[in-house]
């Protein structure tokens, strides 16, 4: 299990992927992220006394911290390492999967690696009450500084005066919101690369721009058009941290082109009212292709441990699209069946007999 | 989905993967074997029939004929193409899951790439019964000419004189079955080969041999020890076809020895009786974690398409530890999650309103 730069706790050293993994039966070796180190001593320190108290193989848990990649990339190559849960970055990810794929013996990595969560805005809803989804997304992409996989950074809407308002009503709520500091200086320095990038783009528009070094990060919105997000792919890359980009279509139609072009998504978020069922139905076949969460009239960044949780998706937002690593059915990565045929009631597992 | 050479009904055109995926909902592509493509032909003129009377869509179902390995190897890298199904060699299943998983978006490869499947027969079993359980394995090993992917290669036994009369009672029972045509050429060539490989590795001992040419195949039985076996990697790989190798080993350790060495395979069996209890559950924990199916007192031949059958098993008998491609959880490989967060009633899936 590699720990989350982003979340030291629920998705580090006792998170998510490892209660999957230790629930599942299965020793855990943890690489502690660099970004807090001390925290995952401290839980770590936590677990061990547990194991002690409860008299269990000390063999259960293991955090190994500091070195380069190279640590990282020898514990997934390990021949007793069977299974590899990850969240992080695409680029880091992929290098791990492509070594775990590469092994004499092939072994699954559950890789969580990002999401640009677009949310669907639909006519009736956005003339409506365009103002209060508006305060409702700047909330969302500014909550713990954007740096949630769930984060919802685009917000496609089509073009008009509706669209006009409803992205004036987004820089307004933005605009107040003071700088916050990132998690880490690589965090910090990758959002202010991600938005040069958004901010270089043919046909970008600057909506609120600000200036923000050393490890803060203030909100940014862009505004763009169907046709140029569908030209550059770009746009629709992950900037890790609050900023948005709002996708102006000409009609329900670009709207489509725009859902069927996403690559694999956490999130996708209809904002709808009756009176869009219409379009609505129209695009859920398209969003369940690429998405393993649909929302509608909500905002995906809080993410729920339950029975119905899926926090995957299609790559790259996880590399196994049978997989969650939130929630109940997290548990199942790390499961192999067994079937037992003809066995005396003496050799089966206690809970079969 | 791949076409099995050996199994031109139940994993073909229209087998088990092909159903699994179907049920799921997906759009099934079969690359058909070369060895049967007039069986190919009509089972898929069959779908085609009934895919006309139910007025399903035509692109529900394709078979795609002929050609070399760039025809597979084209599939496997399409960007429609989302999971894969195979059975068949580990060298032809390896190439194609590198390619799945050196996509740009890597995709699933659902690959079970064989097993030999190893008896382990505890010393009082041998001893009440040893005779019955060689004419088992006897029709167990050279049933459909040994073309089965769960046909039990490797019986493990300890040396002695109930050893002996094990031997010499498989030797008898073998003696008599005469030549089989095997599927293919190639299977019959392939056969040989492993046959020579097995004759000539250091400590082996020719049991019963025989000559068999063209698409022929006869039964061989071959002996080694223990420690022979341990330093071999060679003597573990499956040789398809109804060719047996006893091995001898010196004491339970050992055993154990053999037990803990074994790559992942399809099955496992325990031949064993109420005095073998804890000799078996010692065996259980490491049987466990080798094979997706365990079977006490039986042959491993006969797969049933069941809620409990696990036909799957560590790397190589299946390309991932979670999945089975027979039985009613084979499903799973095909099935993708999706998480509905406060949806409207009318754009939920039917069955979900």
Not at 81 to 105: H, M, N, P, W, Y
Not at 223 to 237: I, M, P, S
Request: charged share 20%; proline share 6%.
């Amino acid at each position: 299990v590699f720990g989350a730069s982003n979340f030291p706790l629920a998705f580090s050293t006792a998170g998510g992927d490892t209660a999957a993994a230790l629930a599942a039966g299965c020793p855990v070796v943890v690489k502690g992220h660099s970004a807090h180190p001390g925290t995952a001593e401290i839980v770590a320190q936590a677990i061990d006394a547990a194991i002690r108290k409860l008299g269990m193989h000390p063999g259960i848990f293991s955090l190994i911290q500091g070195g380069k990649r190279d640590v990282g990339q020898s514990l997934v190559q390990h021949k007793l390492i069977k299974a590899v849960g990850f969240t992080g970055s695409l680029a880091g990810g992929r290098a791990l999967f492509d070594l775990c794929a590469q092994r004499e013996d092939p072994i699954p990595f559950f890789g969580e690696l990002g999401s640009v969560n677009p949310m669907f805005l639909l006519p009736e809803a956005v003339k409506a009450r365009g103002e209060a989804i508006a305060k409702g997304w700047a909330g969302s992409l500014t909550m713990g500084a954007g740096q949630f996989c769930t984060n919802p950074g685009i917000s496609v809407v089509i073009d008009g005066p509706d669209a006009d308002a409803f992205v004036d009503a987004t820089t307004e709520a933005l605009a107040p919101v003071g700088a916050q500091t990132m998690l880490t200086d690589g965090i910090a320095s990758a959002y202010r690369s991600g938005r040069d990038r958004i901010a270089a783009a043919k046909g970008v528009q600057e909506l609120l721009t600000s200036t923000c070094d050393l490890r803060n990060a203030t909100p940014y919105l862009f505004a763009t058009t169907g046709k140029e997000w569908l030209d550059n792919e770009v746009l629709g890359e992950e900037v890790f941290g609050p900023l948005g980009l709002v996708v102006r279509v000409a009609d329900f139609d670009e709207m489509m082109k725009v859902a069927r072009s996403l690559s694999g998504q956490l999130t996708c978020t209809l904002h709808m009212d009756a009176g869009d069922t219409k379009h609505g139905q129209a695009l859920m076949p398209v969003l369940e292709r690429k998405a393993g969460r649909i929302l509608a009239n909500g905002f995906p960044t809080g993410v729920e441990v339950a029975d119905s949780m899926v926090h995957g998706g299609p790559y790259p937002a996880s590399t196994n699209f049978g997989a969650t690593s939130v929630g109940t059915l997290s548990i199942r990565r790390f499961l192999r069946p067994v079937c037992y045929q003809n066995m005396p009631e003496e050799l089966l597992p206690a809970d079969l007999r």
